[in-house]
């Protein structure tokens, strides 16, 4: 039931882009995206909900296809901030669980 | 606001130890969980709370247990440690038990070394 992310790790030079995709095996209500740097807590980036309504992020953005079960997070004129591992949550029809991927872990270098 | 507390933040303990992991929120979070994380394999659900005295299992619950007399505090048991407990732990919460809708607020986590 765990979500599956790809690609497990990303390396970008500052500016460059980055595609992180989120897939599930079940019908998904909701997808949450976290960052997590070393040593910290997740922090919160953004959720997408059926129906299209998405709480976001300033500066990265995602989409949510229902038919597929998939998510995309997109992290566009990367920054070092942007550094840190990315963590879906996945949240199905008819359960109130949220479960979280495996993670990516990406890297920005100068 | 202090957000999501826990404590202590780093803790080695011997097999067979028992031990309380201490969360406390003060934003008035209805739902409360926590999680551990190992290396390659995320996030997983221990134990979570909709309430005040209402606790229910997450996917990995063996050999922990919790309790939920207050809104603000959800405390993490181990009762019998074994090393393959050693795990980072997060506590979260969030406004509402609906956790598929409500953004998850996460402590700084706990480091647990069971030898």
């Known amino acids: 039931q765990q979500p599956v992310q790809s690609p497990q790790a990303v390396i970008l030079r500052e500016g460059e882009d980055a595609v992180i995709n989120c897939s599930s095996s079940?019908?998904?209500?909701?997808v949450h995206w976290y960052r997590q740097k070393h040593g910290e807590a997740p922090v919160f980036l953004m959720i997408?909900?059926?129906?299209?309504e998405q709480k976001g992020h300033e500066k990265i953005s995602a989409s949510f296809n229902e038919k597929k079960q998939q998510s995309s997070l997109y992290l566009t004129a990367s920054q070092l901030s942007y550094s840190g591992t990315y963590f879906c949550?996945?949240?199905?029809?008819?359960?109130?669980?949220?479960?979280f991927g495996t993670g990516t872990r990406l890297q920005v270098f100068p | 606001n202090a957000g999501v507390t826990q404590t202590p933040k780093f803790q080695v303990l011997k097999t067979g130890q028992s031990m309380t992991l201490q969360c406390a929120q003060d934003?008035?979070?209805?739902?409360m969980s926590w999680y551990r994380q190992d290396p390659g394999m995320g996030l997983r659900l221990i134990h979570y709370?909709?309430?005040?005295?209402?606790?229910d299992q997450g996917e990995v619950p063996n050999g922990y247990n919790v309790s939920r007399s207050t809104t603000e505090d959800f405390p993490l048991r181990l009762l019998s440690a074994a090393p393959s407990q050693t795990s980072v732990y997060f506590c979260?919460?969030?406004?509402?038990?609906?956790?598929?809708?409500?953004?998850?607020?996460f402590g700084p986590g706990t480091r647990l070394l069971v030898l």
């Open positions: 979260a919460s969030s406004y509402s038990g609906d956790r598929r809708q409500e953004t998850q607020y």
């Open positions: 079940k019908a998904l209500y909701s």
């Open positions: 997408l909900l059926k129906g299209g």
């Open positions: 949550g996945t949240g199905g029809v008819g359960t109130d669980k949220l479960i």
């Open positions: 934003m008035n979070h209805e739902y």
């Open positions: 709370s909709v309430g005040a005295g209402i606790t």
